[in-house]
């Protein structure tokens, strides 16, 4: 795809078919579990639900073009495809790094899954993990982290890896492909749940892989095959839809999570907020090098778990959820599943509502505070 595109002609290309007359514009789902076999015994078709379908074709050209990969893969949720990933590589006996600030399912399923394999399990913070790094097999790196908007220095972090001929794998959830692309800072494989701003809609759960390196692709394609937990066909069509607007909606949540970011940080009713693209945020060196943008999600800490629910009570736009990435401004209170952080922590997705309503409505929620 032509470099010179912005991201919202490149989300458009991206899902376009090609223009035969009398045939749809859009993608459209092929919901099939079985298909006609020809005669010929060794014509690579669809033959079998579980092992290809046209929908997740498309949908997976589309990703690996706005990942910048060859190849990407898609599952079900975006811990099916972590899990897969951890499952192939993580093999017993090698040592494998997690996120010690990042997803809390991820350190759940090493812990419960990978070490009782005889895996040798690290959890490291996003400034430990190039440290982390160099003792380890497999090292999956989280970058910003949720829920802490921390940023792991990538480019190190490879280089690191490269030198111990360590695999990385690197969760773009967060930023999206149109905030960075941690294949061109030397990751080998990237993972991401579509769920949040890729979908942006609530509506759908999808995951997936994405890769340069035939053999790694090979290795998920086959554990995708046996394991079966695929994306549906019409659930790969909801993604696809979404995936030609995601230009619009992210630069609208990245204009409103800067506009947000400023204007709690001066707030005398908050106690701290992270965002990477606040100047005086510690990670804002290092994401400004890597990240063409910086996200749609505020990490801010008010006096208590009272006060989060106070700002959602009190809020006209803002509503109580726990993903991220939608339409809808949201807030969620991270120390209610778990997250080491304090009770009156709080992710905040800023949506694509205008962003002086956004403003305006959350100073008025605030005020009381």
């Known amino acids: 795809m032509a470099d010179q595109y912005g991201d919202s002609t490149r989300s458009v290309k991206s899902v376009g078919a090609e223009p035969l007359p009398g045939s749809p514009?859009?993608?459209?789902?092929?919901?099939?579990?079985?298909?006609?076999?020809?005669?010929?015994?060794?014509?690579?078709?669809?033959?079998?639900?579980?092992?290809?379908?046209?929908?997740?074709?498309?949908?997976?050209s589309a990703l690996a073009q706005l990942e910048g990969a060859a190849h990407a893969v898609t599952f079900g949720s975006g811990m099916a495809a972590l899990t897969a990933v951890l499952r192939i590589f993580a093999e017993p006996g090698r040592r494998v790094v997690v996120p010690a600030d990042g997803y809390y399912q991820v350190r759940a399923y090493a812990r419960d899954y990978l070490a009782p394999r005889g895996v040798d399990v690290v959890e490291a913070r996003c400034d430990q993990m190039c440290e982390a790094a160099r003792d380890a097999d497999v090292v999956l790196a989280?970058?910003?982290?949720?829920?802490?908007?921390?940023?792991?220095?990538?480019?190190?972090?490879?280089?690191?890896?490269?030198?111990?001929?360590?695999?990385?794998?690197?969760?773009?959830?967060?930023?999206?492909?149109?905030?960075?692309?941690p294949l061109s800072l030397?990751?080998?494989?990237?993972?991401?749940?579509?769920?949040?701003?890729?979908?942006?809609?609530?509506?759908?759960?999808?995951?997936?892989?994405?890769?340069?390196?035939?053999?790694?692709?090979?290795?998920?394609?086959?554990?995708?095959?046996?394991?079966?937990?695929?994306?549906?066909?019409?659930?790969?069509?909801?993604?696809?839809?979404?995936?030609?607007?995601?230009?619009?909606?992210?630069?609208?949540?990245?204009?409103?999570?800067a506009a947000v970011a400023v204007m709690l940080s001066t707030h005398p009713a908050v106690r701290s907020v992270r965002y990477p693209g606040l100047p005086t945020d510690p990670s804002h060196p290092v994401a400004s090098?890597?990240?063409?943008?910086?996200?749609g999600i505020v990490a801010v800490e008010l006096g208590s778990a009272a006060a989060v629910h106070d700002l959602v009570r009190r809020s006209a736009l803002l509503v109580a959820a726990t993903s991220f990435g939608g339409i809808h401004s949201s807030v969620d209170r991270r120390a209610r599943w778990g997250d080491p952080v304090p009770d009156g922590f709080a992710r905040i997705s800023l949506g694509i509502e205008d962003t002086d309503d956004l403003l305006n409505d959350l100073a008025d929620a605030l005020a009381p505070a």
Not at 144 to 170: F, I, Q, Y
């Open 25 to 60: 514009i859009g993608p459209v789902p092929i919901p099939a579990a079985a298909y006609h076999l020809p005669p010929d015994e060794d014509a690579a078709l669809d033959s079998y639900g579980r092992a290809s379908n046209p929908t997740w074709r498309q949908l997976e």
């Open 142 to 181: 989280e970058t910003p982290s949720n829920p802490g908007l921390d940023v792991v220095d990538l480019h190190h972090l490879a280089m690191t890896c490269r030198a111990r001929n360590a695999l990385l794998v690197v969760d773009n959830t967060t930023a999206t492909p149109l905030g960075q692309q």
């Open 186 to 257: 030397g990751a080998d494989l990237v993972v991401a749940s579509a769920t949040k701003t890729l979908a942006g809609h609530h509506d759908v759960l999808a995951g997936y892989v994405a890769g340069s390196q035939p053999e790694l692709i090979d290795r998920v394609r086959r554990e995708r095959l046996l394991a079966g937990p695929i994306l549906g066909a019409f659930e790969a069509w909801l993604v696809l839809r979404s995936l030609g607007s995601v230009g619009l909606r992210f630069e609208r949540q990245c204009q409103n999570a």
């Open 289 to 295: 090098m890597q990240m063409r943008r910086f996200g």
